[in-house]
């Protein structure tokens, strides 16, 4: 596929107007060509969003008229958590490629059938799926799973992401507040960690075990009307450890009520031979070797001095829009192009997907029944 690619947002709240500017930032070779959202105040900001008369797209209040349109090679799916799988199902069915947002769905069941959907679908139509992950391209992040697996730190034992950030950002009618939307949040915020992770040991784990809570966020909120108000019910702290059949390990240090931080995002990889560091958003990323770390003798050396460790800056001078990911969404956006055009497979497919989400799902498992959870317990072995 040479052509321009047409582009449907379906969804246009933040993220969705996130997709449009990517798109529009690539230029030539992609187009916007309609949008969905029955929210108007949101179509009516991804509207304003057009360069030009000529790049305004047709608006649609309902995703199934702009399926049904013929206006779209590819599709965007930016809506609630919750309703990803609705959608995902009525996209499977019209002839178009899928680009979803995380997390793919908030119930293994939903995940599972989509699986399934796709699967019969690949035996016709055999358009592409993609679940949007865009953290792994980041400048310094992608440079560090490079790096790690050149082997520049040898075999890896751990890694482990600290994300120390604000609390949740205001949606439309504020759904993010509760678990039964985002799908909670070692779903709705930690699949993106759950799947670097993945991708950096190049294995599944067998287990997690985490603990957390809401100790500090929207405590004083209260929605719906008197007598029958809800209460936020999303975790803003947590640890999680995951194990791996090769012993590594990997854990998660979520903490949303820690603005006042430099880099808050902090990922560490290491392995027999040395450390990997990336920093979020400095872009800075650390790599030091261990001096002579096969002498018994030399493990006496001190630690914390800096020595041999570089630290250096990456930014990929092509990006051209930076936005809200560290112009990890406009890289995302170029390879799902590339991979329309050359009929490649997707990056992150639904199962890959659907295995990040199992995690955060089995980490408030173990929150809630304070125990190790195994993944075999939340989802089925093979996905």
Known sequence: ???????????????????????YAMGAGVVVNAIADPHAPSREAALALARTPQDRPQAFDDHRALLQSGLCDAVVIATPNHTHAAMLRDALAADVHILTEKPLVTRIE?????????????????????????YRYMPPVA???????????????????????????????????????????????????????????????????????????????????????????ILDSAFAVLEYESGARAMLDLCMFAENTVDNEHITVVGDEGKLESLLPSLTLRHGRREDWGR????????????????????????????????????EHQRFAAAVREGRPAEIDLAEGLRAVAVGLAAHKSIDERRVVAMSEVLPPGV
């Open 296 to 331: 018994r003798e030399a493990w006496g050396q001190p630690s914390g001095t800096g020595r041999g460790v570089s630290v250096r800056r990456v930014w990929d001078t092509n990006i051209k829009y930076a936005g809200h990911h560290f112009g990890a969404s406009y890289i």
């Open 110 to 134: 939903d995940g599972l059938d989509l699986l399934a959907r796709e699967r019969g679908r690949e035996k016709g139509r055999g358009k592409l799926v993609w679940v949007a992950q865009e």
């Open 1 to 23: 596929m040479s052509k321009t690619i047409r582009y449907g947002i379906i969804g246009c709240g933040s993220m969705g107007r996130e997709h449009i500017e990517n798109l």
């Open 143 to 233: 440079e560090l799973v490079r790096l790690a697996h050149e082997g520049a730190v040898g075999r890896i034992h751990q890694v482990s992401v600290r994300e120390h950030r604000e609390p949740f950002y205001p949606k439309v009618g504020d759904w993010n507040r509760f678990s039964a939307n985002t799908g909670g949040t070692l779903v709705e915020k930690c699949c993106h960690y759950f799947n670097l992770m993945e991708l950096i040991l190049r294995e599944r784990p067998l287990s997690v075990y985490a603990s957390g809570g809401q100790r500090v966020n929207h405590l004083d909120e209260r929605y719906g009307r008197p007598g029958a108000e809800q209460v936020p019910d």
